[in-house]
């Protein structure tokens, strides 16, 4: 297969996905993953994708991976084809191809990692940096808002079905990764895409009320105990709370359900970076971090078995709580203070 990568200023254009249409056109058997702990956008993207390829391509085996073993998280359940996914240790096949979505590396990529390694052939959809290339043809817009935008403009591209509950699919992705649009990554692009998305039978609404506006009252409690966690260092600019494995049990909600707890943290009037630390079991913590201007986190947590974007990132820390922060709290005062200097 050709290699193809692009990082472009604002979109794709028609043209630079021929070598990935070629891949798609080209298979038998396909199999879309995104990233292991998967949020609105990996999900949306690999279910926008496969159900489109299953639409148009009905006598193709199309099969949908989870990257771990954890189920699909509640609030991203009502997508059409969420049902169908499978975890990738529990997929023995070895497919013509497969299509990492919203991924940067193969280690993020978890279980789904072995079935890319043994695939005929791979392509790469993403809006993540990555300092190594892994798909035979790629497309990697670092500028766009999400995965989910790429997708949209691939199926445009090649002409393949967009039906309401495909649509569905990627506006979930764009409007989890641009916080409802209120992050920097909302852009104009982001704007025309939703609104094609819209017109193609998407529903904002469902979207807002499954995702948003439908906690459980024990996520609701969590979230309050998250909430008289927070504190703030160098004089406001940074807040940062967690939650314990023990508070997640007490209050009966699952790991899976937590991605908002960040935002809660992000709130805080005068911060411009926040840091949220969740105990997933003794010994490992996730760790997301936000920026609210310009300051670039994505180092940090790179710097901690993670990555992301300048504004929005996630790691992996082995330790305890406390050392996280011990750890943390210095890097991220010091990214604020050298922003003054």
Known sequence: MSSTSCCLARSTTPDMWGSVIDCIEGAQTIAISGHTNPDGDALGSVLGLGLSLRENFPSKKIVFLLADRAPVPRVYRFMAGSDMMVPAAEYHETPDLFISVDCPTLGRLADSAVVAKRSRG???????????????AAVRVVSAAATAVLVEELLEAAGYPRSPQIATCLLTGLVTDTGRFQYQNADPSAFACASRLVDAGAEPSRIALEVYQSQRIEYLRLESIVM????????????????????????????????GLVDVVRSVQGSEVCLFLKENEPGVIRGNLRSKGSLDISHIASAHNG???????GF???????EALDTL???LDELVTNARR
């Open 122 to 136: 791979r392509v790469v959809i993403d809006h993540h940096p990555s300092r190594e290339e892994f798909g035979d």
């Open 228 to 259: 008289g966690r927070i504190k703030a260092i160098a004089g406001g600019r940074v807040a940062y709370s967690y939650a314990y494995a023990d508070d997640l049990a007490s209050c009966g909600v699952s790991s899976d359900e937590c991605d």
């Open 316 to 322: 992996t820390f082995y330790g305890t709580v406390e």
């Open 307 to 313: 990555g992301g974007h300048a504004a929005a990132a």
């Open 329 to 331: 709290l210095p890097e």
